[in-house]
C-alpha cells in the first residue's frame, strides 16, 4: 500500500463534491435559487409596465441575501453534514490514512464552492426570467441594458459576507449527528435577521450580515463585508482545530 | 511469528468506567484472530482505539510495528476495516462508494475492480447501495476494507443482521480470506460458533480485560477432555465412579436423560480411562450404559472458563 502517493487536500474537496451525487443538497441548490427568479418572472407578468433592470436584479438579489441565503446556508450546512451523519460514515472516514482537517476542510470548501455556484445560478436564472416575461408580455419588457458586471459584483459580495453564516451554520451541523440543532440556530437566525432588519446589532450578526451589502452606507457594507469574511475564516479555522482534535464516541 | 497487531497495557476510561483494561494482546501474521466477549466487553472501543478513532489513557498499539498514536497516517495506511456502523452512501453506488475511499487512499482505478472481484460483489458494483441486502453491505465492507492490499483487516461483528445463509456464507468467505488477500484478520464477534469455525487464534475479552489469548488448538488441547454416560441409573452412576475415584458431575442440561458427565484432566489418556470408567460402572457397579460417548473440546467451554474466572476480579 506504502507504493502509493498520499492523497492531498484536493483530493478530499473533489471527494466530497463526489458525493453530492444524486443527493438532497444538490437538489436544493438547484431548487433554491429557481424559486426566486420564478418570483421575479411572476412578480414582473403582474406590472403594466416595464422597469429598469436594476430594479429585477436588486430584487433579486435582496432576496436572496435577506431570506434565501440564510435559509438555504442552514439547510444545505445540514444536508452536507449528514450525509456522513446518516450512514454514521465518519469513523470509516477518520479510521482512513487522510489528514482529518482535510476531510473538514473539503466539506467546508465544498459548501462555499456550492453557495458560489448557487448565487451564478441565480444570477443566470434572474436573467432569463426577466428576458423570457418581456418576451410573454412585451408590455413589462426590462428597460435598458442589465448591468450584468455590477450585478455580479454584488452578488460575489454577498456571497464572501456569507462565509460567517456558513462557518457557523457549518460547525453546528457537522457537531451534532441531529438535524435539530442545526435547524434551530439557522431558522433563529434568520428570524432575528428578518425582523430586527433595521437593528445596528444586524451588521454584526451572521444571519444578516449578507444583506448589509445592499446598504446605501458605504461603510456598513465594507465593515460587514469583513467581518463576515475574515470572521467566517477564523470561524472555519477554529472549527478545523476542533473537530480534527475530537473523538467520534457514537 | 511476528505480529500484525500488538498492544501493551492499553486502556481507556470513560468517566469513572474502565472500557478497556491494561489489555496486552498480540495478533499473529496471517492469523484468524477471533477477538471475543459479550456485548459491552470492550471489544468495540479496542478497535477505535487500534484505528486511532479513540485515545489511550495509557498503554500502546502498534499495526505492523508502527505506534497509531505517534504516527496514525503511516499505521492507518497498513489496515482495512469493516465497523459496526458501515457507513456507505445510499445515494451512490457500491463502485462509486469504492471510489470515494480509493481516491481518499490514492490508489489507483483498477483497486476498485479488484476488490470487487474478491469480495464476489462484482456483479453488483452498479447499483445504488441503498438497494444492497444486509449481506450484500458487509460483503461491500469487506471489499472497502481491502481497498490497498492492507496487511491487517479489522472486522467488527460481519455477521450482524445476516440471516443463516448469509452468516454461513460470511464464514466461508472468511476462512479463506488470509489466503486470499494475504492479509491479517482481527475478527470480533460475540458468537462462539462464528469464531470457532473460523479463528486461528482467539483472544477473549470480559469487562474489559483481556483474559485469555492464544492458538485456538492450543487452547482446545489443554482443556479437560469430557465423556457423557447416559445411563438408567445416574444416581449410582455418580456414586460407583466416585467411589473409584472419577470426577463425575450430573449433566444439569440432559438432566431427563440421565446423562453423567466424566472429566479428565488434560494429557490423561482418554481411550484408556473411558475403557476404565466403562468397566467400573458396568462390572464393579452394575450400571446399565445407554451410551457412552466422548465430548469435543470446545471454544464454549473456554470461554465459560475465562469468562468465569474473569467475574469475581471483575465484581
Known amino acids: ?250 | 511469528m511476528p505480529s500484525a497487531i500488538e498492544t501493551e497495557g492499553l486502556t481507556r476510561r470513560f468517566g469513572n468506567r474502565v472500557a478497556v483494561d491494561d489489555v496486552t494482546m498480540t495478533v499473529p501474521e496471517r492469523s484468524i484472530y477471533g477477538f471475543l466477549g459479550r456485548n459491552g466487553a470492550g471489544k468495540t472501543t479496542t478497535i477505535k482505539l487500534l484505528l486511532g478513532l479513540l485515545r489511550a489513557d495509557a498503554g500502546t498499539a502498534r499495526i505492523a510495528g508502527i505506534d497509531i498514536a505517534t504516527d496514525r497516517l503511516r499505521a492507518a495506511r497498513r489496515i482495512g476495516a469493516l465497523l459496526e456502523a458501515q457507513g456507505f452512501y445510499p445515494n451512490l453506488s457500491g463502485h462509486e462508494n469504492l471510489d470515494l475511499t480509493r481516491r481518499l487512499l490514492g490508489l489507483p482505478a483498477s483497486e476498485i475492480d479488484r476488490v470487487l472481484d474478491v469480495a464476489e460483489m462484482t456483479a453488483h458494483g452498479r447499483r445504488r447501495v441503498a438497494d444492497y441486502s444486509l449481506g450484500m453491505r458487509q460483503r461491500l465492507g469487506l471489499a472497502r476494507a481491502m481497498l490497498g492490499a492492507p496487511p491487517v483487516l479489522v472486522l467488527d461483528e460481519p455477521t450482524n443482521g445476516l440471516d443463516p445463509e448469509g452468516i454461513a456464507d460470511m464464514r466461508g468467505f472468511l476462512r479463506e480470506l488470509p489466503a486470499r488477500s494475504g492479509a491479517t484478520v482481527l475478527l470480533s464477534s460475540h458468537l462462539l460458533g462464528e469464531i470457532e469455525q473460523t479463528a486461528t487464534h482467539i483472544g477473549i475479552l470480559s469487562h474489559g480485560r483481556l483474559v485469555l489469548e492464544g492458538a485456538l488448538a492450543d487452547l482446545k488441547a489443554g482443556l479437560a477432555m469430557e465423556v457423557a454416560v447416559e445411563t438408567d441409573t445416574p444416581e449410582r452412576a455418580l456414586l460407583v465412579a466416585r467411589e473409584h475415584g472419577f470426577d463425575v458431575a450430573r449433566d444439569e442440561a440432559m438432566r431427563d436423560r440421565g446423562v453423567v458427565v466424566a472429566r479428565f484432566a488434560a494429557g490423561e489418556d482418554v481411550r484408556e480411562a473411558t475403557s476404565a470408567l466403562n468397566r467400573v460402572l458396568c462390572i464393579a457397579g452394575g450400571v446399565r450404559i445407554h451410551a457412552l460417548a466422548p465430548r469435543q473440546r470446545s471454544l464454549e467451554t473456554l470461554y465459560r472458563n475465562a469468562a468465569l474466572s474473569a467475574a469475581p476480579a471483575a465484581a
Open chain 1, 1 to 250: 500500500m506504502s507504493q502509493f502517493p498520499a492523497p492531498r487536500f484536493a483530493t478530499a474537496l473533489a471527494v466530497e463534491a463526489y458525493k453530492l451525487r444524486r443527493s438532497l443538497a444538490l437538489l436544493l441548490a438547484a431548487v433554491a435559487p429557481l424559486l426566486i427568479a420564478v418570483f421575479v418572472f411572476f412578480n414582473l407578468l403582474r406590472a403594466d409596465k416595464g422597469a429598469p433592470w436594476a430594479i429585477s436584479l436588486q430584487t433579486s438579489a435582496a432576496i436572496w441575501a435577506f431570506f434565501m441565503l440564510p435559509m438555504s446556508v442552514t439547510a444545505l450546512t445540514a444536508l452536507v453534514a449528514h450525509t456522513e451523519h446518516g450512514p454514521r460514515a465518519w469513523d470509516h472516514l477518520r479510521a482512513l490514512p487522510v489528514p482529518r482537517w482535510h476531510l473538514y476542510a473539503g466539506k467546508a470548501a465544498c459548501v462555499l464552492g456550492v453557495v458560489a455556484a448557487m448565487s451564478l445560478w441565480l444570477a443566470l436564472l434572474t436573467l432569463l426570467a426577466v428576458e423570457t416575461a418581456g418576451v410573454i408580455k412585451p408590455a413589462v419588457a426590462a428597460i435598458g441594458a442589465p448591468d450584468i458586471a455590477g450585478y455580479l459584483a454584488l452578488l460575489g459580495r454577498i456571497f464572501l459576507a456569507a462565509w460567517l453564516l456558513v462557518a457557523v451554520q457549518l460547525w453546528i451541523a457537522l457537531r451534532h449527528a441531529s438535524f435539530v440543532p442545526a435547524l434551530a440556530v439557522g431558522i433563529g437566525g434568520t428570524f432575528f435577521a428578518v425582523v430586527a432588519t433595521s437593528a445596528k446589532v444586524g451588521a454584526v450578526l451572521p444571519w444578516q450580515i449578507p444583506v448589509n451589502q445592499l446598504a446605501t452606507d458605504p461603510l456598513r457594507v465594507q465593515f460587514t463585508l469583513a467581518l463576515g469574511c475574515i470572521g467566517g475564516c477564523a470561524v472555519f479555522a477554529a472549527m478545523l482545530w476542533r473537530l480534527s482534535q475530537r473523538e467520534v464516541l457514537g
